[in-house]
């Protein structure tokens, strides 16, 4: 079984880069089908897509989202990451990482929680 | 872009009665609905994909249906577990995307 955790820091300054790695354990993160996605939720809100990469490197992102992100994958370490430039307070959230099969959002990491201040 | 809308956002009910929840498109996504169900302080957790199959573990009390533009899901006989909320969640297969409801929050009566 698959299990995914999130690291990084919890608290980034507003207008710097927030930074966040996803570890993929059990499973490899170069599997045929299985893309790997980041998903935000802001204190008290509901969940918005961030953004997905696949082990050739292949990444999609969410449209309103998609000039402030990049996200990445290191087959070697079995990890992709994410990275938000210009971080406002509307970006504070808890993160979180997850594999999707086939549309599936089947394994999820338990969430890292971001804080930016100003 | 899709827009997705469930209901009610909140709904208290006692433990061991059914319930179902409602979620609805802005326009036509065929099938293509997963249903997640989030605890406080948990990361979600996928119910239902396809609109109506149930994913790996999850009992047979859960049910979804719909096709289109209309999608319910339904929990027979209420356990303790599973107040908690619940979000239906359009995905496209190309261009990946995917697009979420704003939840439905489950409540003991």
């Known amino acids: 079984q698959v299990h995914l955790q999130e690291s990084g820091p919890g608290l980034v300054q507003a207008s710097e880069t927030l930074s966040l790695l996803c570890t993929v354990s059990g499973g490899s993160i170069s599997t045929t089908g299985h893309h790997w996605g980041w998903f935000r939720q802001p204190p008290g809100k509901g969940l918005e897509w961030i953004g997905n990469?696949?082990?050739?490197?292949?990444?999609y992102y969410n449209p309103s989202l998609k000039s402030q992100v990049t996200i990445s994958v290191d087959t070697s370490k079995n990890q992709f990451s994410l990275n938000l430039r210009s971080v406002t307070a509307a970006d504070t959230a808890v993160y979180y990482c997850?594999?999707?099969?086939?549309?599936?959002?089947?394994?999820w990491g338990p969430g890292a929680q971001v804080t930016v201040s100003s | 872009e899709i827009v997705m809308t469930q209901s009610p956002a909140t709904l208290s009910v006692s433990p061991g009665e059914r319930v179902t929840l409602s979620c609805r498109a802005s326009q036509s996504i065929g099938s293509q609905l997963a249903w997640y169900k989030q605890k406080p302080g948990q990361a979600p957790r996928l119910l239902i994909y396809g609109a109506s199959a149930r994913a790996t573990g999850i009992p047979a009390r859960f049910s979804g249906s719909g096709s289109g533009t209309a999608f319910t899901l339904t929990i027979g006989s209420l356990q303790s577990e599973d107040f908690a909320v619940y979000y239906c969640q359009h995905y496209n297969n190309w261009p990946i995307m995917y697009t979420f409801g704003q939840g439905t929050k489950l409540e003991i009566k």
């Open positions: 990469v696949y082990y050739n490197g292949n990444t």
């Open positions: 997850a594999r999707d099969l086939l549309r599936k959002l089947d394994s």
